[in-house]
């Protein structure tokens, strides 16, 4: 099986691992925290936060696979694009 970029990982390694648990769980605890402040605007904290970090997960793997100069990444704004990313999928209070 072919993943977007590479082999797919065999289905004995594709669990998450506790660093993986502990980053994911952060995240979460963040944006809840967000929401609870009424920074962020949704009612779904957790699925934003795994939107959030499946986002983040697959720009480190295309910066891996291809490089900063390269592929996919190049059509984003060079400056910074995990903020410009965060910035177009953050419901962010007014």
Not at 4 to 13: H, I, K, L, S
Not at 23 to 46: M, Q, W, Y
Not at 48 to 59: C, P
Request: no cysteine; proline share 9%.
């Amino acid at each position: 099986m072919l993943g977007m970029f590479r082999t797919a990982t065999p289905v004995q390694a594709r669990l998450l691992a506790p660093k993986g648990t502990a980053a994911l769980g952060l995240l979460i605890s963040e944006v809840s925290n967000g929401v609870a402040k009424g920074h962020l605007l949704t009612d779904a904290p957790e699925p934003l936060a795994v939107l959030i970090w499946t986002m983040l997960h697959g720009i480190s793997m295309a910066h891996l696979q291809f490089g900063a100069g390269q592929g996919p990444l190049t059509l984003l704004p060079r400056e910074d694009r995990v903020a410009w990313l965060l910035d177009q999928v953050l419901p962010v209070a007014p």
